[in-house]
């Protein structure tokens, strides 16, 4: 673990998946506003590039891998050892577009360790460590716009997606009223590294217009926590989309899906986290 001395702010951010695309982006976005940040993920050197741009602020590094289990548990003590965590981002995950059947389960079981199980063992650390506190807490989940209806080639991945959204929601309304609040982001297309190392396709029209850089989802992000909001589809096209689910039947969305996202390339990269 590292420090990167900054500023002298008392209030701490917890951001997984902080090395690269938006959680790299959240950081930033929270440095700008005087919070101070522990970034995790698994790449140091990546983490070392994103610490030396969020100026001003009291940086900590704390690598991990949370698609391993018991991960979440030891990543929560060592982000809690110099002081309380008041914002939790959960951002770490990663989907592959591929067939169901096509790819090695140790790598499903992976993707659901990372992007739910992990997700629930840091929200459970962060609930409990706010109990009986009166100061306000944020959690930020970061689902995706597959979280409104099935998505072939990238069933297991949507699935998670839905997960977050509904255990977010939940989570919000349980705490409403209370100093700790809950907010679920669902992005659509973002321009990161994520599409390329999950392998991607040929995107549609529809795919590109709704493309948002991953500075857009930051500040989206960031304000929709602040203003204590339940769930947020970042981007007009992207909102539009979401809301015009409810008028067609699951099958035709799910159809839809496949012609927005395309054919999956031949090779499948390396897991890349976003």
Partial sequence: MNTYTGGNSRTRALVTGASSGIGAAIARELATLGFDLVLTARRRAALDEVAAMCQGVNVEIVTADLGKPDAARMLWDKATANGPIDILINNAGFGYFRRFDEVDWARDAELVQLNMTSLVALARCFVDAHKASTRPAYVVNIASTGAYQSVPNMALYAASKAFVRNFSEALHDEHHGTPLS???????????????ASGGGSYSW?????????EFVAHASIRAMLRRQRTVVPGLFNKLSCFGMRFVTRRFASRLSTYVLGKPRLMLPNRQEA
């Fill in 182 to 196: 809950v907010t679920c982001i669902c992005p659509g297309g973002t321009d990161t590294a994520f599409h390329a």
């Fill in 206 to 214: 529809i795919a590109d217009a709704s493309t948002k850089s991953a």
